[in-house]
């Protein structure tokens, strides 16, 4: 037997097509695809190419394999797949075929390179270590091929990233380019992740590919998809059990990195939830993620916290009333609430840039969000001795901005793409609003509103994607006209202009004392509407 292997290709290698070692019974392919290693069947000719995968699922019937993964062991469904470390069975990795080049060796390195040195601060949720390992096994275990999949996808549709070459010099590429390559390796990992059964026995892998892929969606900006991947991961991390605590206490080697994706998970839903009017799938039923003595890893934790600090206030009550109609709450829970953001994060931030940027911008909009249901509650007075509960506390959230922004570089908020960009933009929509409907005196050499909303203009129309994904421009300076309000506040005539024709449109207004959900804000319309007929725009009273 032994002499005969060394002669020829085994049964099922001949079968498959492949390359068999020989040196050994069973030989190497064998034993990755579990298969039997015989040498019964007569040397036959080669015949046409079909598919592997095809060929693998016919040896295994004919040998009568049991092939169905193993079932739950505990009550939160974790099983021998449950740690990152275990996935090396080749019964847990079925053989599915796989667009060739799609994920070319300078991409992945390109992107996994990017990952820690950028967005790691903020997600800490893989071990490079070990990342490096799952690069190497790609090419035989399925869950290692779907994970780097869904991470180069979200990378590679950041607004700074480029592949690096073997010249390290960088691939640039359009962003038309950029986004089809994004939506290619998207649908290539949705496509291979859903050849085996991942949804009934899902393991941490599992609940981190669903979440890159929500983020690479986000970044694509397909809003729904993004959520439906956020909450598939949260669904599964559940299933895990990631939100008992009980089941951090087995010595699990994936126990930290588990703590972390489930409050990176409750940040990322909770931010999605509070900009869309969602409800929230996950609450804070677990301990914050614990210190460690890499310097690095500490600080990314410190970071990760910090953030949860800011979105643990606003809690499980305020996205009730935030997802009503329902007028609720009181002048002084909501003062309240402003007053824990104001002091949530410490005055000096021991972290990178790009980490302290997404810290203050965050903290400001969740200002603002709260301040929003203030207005949407009848909350607000103009004679109030609260600076919170003013009309014009936006333009104090907005002054703060200008001072964060003037000192960051803008790098470290590109680096976040579009989600950082958006609360920006949700920001200056606000105090364009404020400005719209609030009368504001400002000395004639002092800094006020205006010179905010300029600042703001020249930020988000210099970040990469920002003026050309939010149509920013149309809105400001449409604002820099004077804007007459009704006597009931709801209405606004807009009249475009064009050299054909003059068109009188009424839009309904987001005022003091209705619910922001209801109504939009005027100056979405403004966006809408001008970045669609490129018309030249000016406010005038009377409804």
């Given at each position: 037997?032994?002499?005969?292997?060394?002669?020829?290709?085994?049964?099922?290698?001949?079968?498959?097509?492949?390359?068999?070692?020989?040196?050994?019974?069973?030989?190497?392919?064998?034993?990755?695809?579990?298969?039997?290693?015989?040498?019964?069947?007569?040397?036959?000719?080669?015949?046409?190419?079909?598919?592997?995968?095809?060929?693998?699922?016919?040896?295994?019937?004919?040998?009568?394999?049991?092939?169905?993964?193993?079932?739950?062991?505990?009550?939160?469904?974790?099983?021998?797949?449950?740690?990152?470390?275990?996935?090396?069975?080749?019964?847990?990795?079925?053989?599915?075929?796989?667009?060739?080049?799609?994920?070319?060796?300078?991409?992945?390195?390109?992107?996994?390179?990017?990952?820690?040195?950028?967005?790691?601060?903020?997600?800490?949720?893989?071990?490079?270590?070990?990342?490096?390992?799952?690069?190497?096994?790609?090419?035989?275990?399925?869950?290692?091929?779907?994970?780097?999949?869904?991470?180069?996808?979200?990378?590679?549709?950041?607004?700074?990233?480029?592949?690096?070459?073997?010249?390290?010099?960088?691939?640039?590429?359009?962003?038309?380019?950029?986004?089809?390559?994004?939506?290619?390796?998207?649908?290539?990992?949705?496509?291979?992740?859903?050849?085996?059964?991942?949804?009934?026995?899902?393991?941490?892998?599992?609940?981190?590919?669903?979440?890159?892929?929500?983020?690479?969606?986000?970044?694509?900006?397909?809003?729904?998809?993004?959520?439906?991947?956020?909450?598939?991961?949260?669904?599964?991390?559940?299933?895990?059990?990631?939100?008992?605590?009980?089941?951090?206490?087995?010595?699990?080697?994936?126990?930290?990195?588990?703590?972390?994706?489930?409050?990176?998970?409750?940040?990322?839903?909770?931010?999605?939830?509070?900009?869309?009017?969602?409800?929230?799938?996950?609450?804070?039923?677990?301990?914050?993620?614990?210190?460690?003595?890499?310097?690095?890893?500490?600080?990314?934790?410190?970071?990760?916290?910090?953030?949860?600090?800011?979105?643990?206030?606003?809690?499980?009550?305020?996205?009730?009333?935030?997802?009503?109609?329902?007028?609720?709450?009181?002048?002084?829970?909501?003062?309240?609430?402003?007053?824990?953001?104001?002091?949530?994060?410490?005055?000096?931030?021991?972290?990178?840039?790009?980490?302290?940027?997404?810290?203050?911008?965050?903290?400001?909009?969740?200002?603002?969000?709260?301040?929003?249901?203030?207005?949407?509650?009848?909350?607000?007075?103009?004679?109030?001795?609260?600076?919170?509960?003013?009309?014009?506390?936006?333009?104090?959230?907005?002054?703060?901005?200008?001072?964060?922004?003037?000192?960051?570089?803008?790098?470290?908020?590109?680096?976040?793409?579009?989600?950082?960009?958006?609360?920006?933009?949700?920001?200056?929509?606000?105090?364009?609003?404020?400005?719209?409907?609030?009368?504001?005196?400002?000395?004639?050499?002092?800094?006020?509103?205006?010179?905010?909303?300029?600042?703001f203009h020249s930020l988000i129309s210099?970040?990469?994607?920002?003026?050309?994904?939010?149509c920013i421009r149309p809105v400001i300076?449409?604002?820099?006209?004077?804007?007459?309000?009704?006597?009931?506040?709801?209405?606004?005539?807009?009249?475009?202009?064009?050299?054909?024709?003059?068109?009188?449109?009424?839009?309904?207004?987001?005022?003091?004392?209705?619910?922001?959900?209801?109504?939009?804000?005027?100056?979405?319309?403004?966006?809408?509407?001008?970045?669609?007929?490129?018309?030249?725009?000016?406010?005038?009273?009377?409804?």
């Amino acid at each position: 037997m032994s002499s005969s292997s060394t002669k020829r290709a085994c049964d099922a290698c001949h079968r498959r097509k492949v390359r068999c070692n020989g040196s050994s019974n069973p030989c190497h392919n064998c034993t990755q695809a579990s298969l039997a290693c015989t040498f019964n069947k007569p040397p036959q000719k080669k015949g046409p190419k079909g598919s592997r995968a095809k060929v693998i699922s016919e040896l295994r019937k004919t040998q009568e394999h049991d092939l169905t993964r193993p079932s739950s062991s505990s009550k939160h469904g974790s099983d021998s797949r449950d740690s990152l470390d275990s996935l090396d069975s080749p019964l847990a990795s079925p053989v599915v075929t796989r667009t060739p080049s799609l994920l070319p060796a300078d991409t992945i390195q390109s992107c996994v390179l990017y990952f820690f040195e950028n967005f790691y601060p903020t997600m800490p949720i893989l071990d490079q270590g070990r990342t490096e390992q799952t690069v190497k096994e790609i090419d035989t275990r399925t869950e290692a091929y779907c994970l780097i999949g869904s991470l180069c996808s979200f990378v590679i549709i950041q607004p700074d990233f480029h592949v690096q070459t073997a010249g390290d010099r960088p691939r640039t590429a359009s962003i038309q380019r950029v986004v089809a390559q994004c939506l290619r390796l998207v649908e290539e990992t949705l496509r291979v992740w859903n050849s085996y059964d991942h949804k009934d026995t899902p393991t941490l892998t599992d609940v981190l590919i669903a979440f890159f892929l929500s983020a690479a969606y986000f970044g694509l900006e397909k809003a729904n998809a993004a959520w439906i991947h956020l909450r598939e991961a949260i669904t599964l991390a559940q299933l895990l059990g990631m939100h008992d605590e009980a089941t951090y206490q087995r010595g699990d080697v994936d126990a930290d990195i588990r703590r972390r994706l489930f409050w990176l998970l409750y940040i990322s839903e909770r931010g999605y939830a509070l900009h869309k009017h969602r409800p929230l799938a996950l609450h804070a039923t677990i301990e914050y993620p614990i210190l460690t003595e890499d310097p690095t890893d500490a600080i990314a934790i410190t970071g990760l916290i910090c953030l949860c600090n800011l979105f643990r206030i606003i809690d499980d009550t305020f996205s009730r009333v935030w997802n009503t109609a329902r007028s609720e709450c009181s002048s002084i829970w909501l003062s309240n609430l402003q007053r824990q953001l104001e002091e949530a994060l410490p005055e000096e931030l021991n972290c990178p840039e790009a980490q302290e940027a997404d810290l203050r911008i965050t903290q400001q909009w969740l200002k603002i969000v709260v301040w929003q249901m203030s207005t949407a509650s009848g909350c607000l007075s103009s004679t109030s001795t609260d600076a919170f509960m003013s009309f014009t506390y936006p333009i104090e959230v907005s002054k703060e901005i200008v001072a964060i922004t003037s000192r960051l570089p803008p790098q470290s908020i590109e680096v976040h793409g579009i989600g950082l960009i958006e609360k920006l933009f949700d920001i200056a929509c606000t105090l364009i609003d404020v400005m719209s409907c609030v009368p504001i005196e400002t000395a004639t050499f002092e800094v006020g509103p205006r010179d905010y909303l300029a600042h703001f203009h020249s930020l988000i129309s210099t970040l990469r994607r920002g003026e050309s994904r939010l149509c920013i421009r149309p809105v400001i300076t449409t604002t820099f006209a004077r804007a007459n309000v009704d006597s009931g506040g709801r209405f606004i005539v807009v009249k475009l202009k064009s050299l054909q024709q003059s068109t009188h449109i009424v839009l309904h207004t987001a005022v003091f004392g209705t619910p922001s959900h209801v109504v939009e804000r005027v100056s979405y319309y403004f966006t809408c509407f001008f970045a669609s007929t490129g018309h030249e725009s000016s406010r005038e009273s009377g409804v």
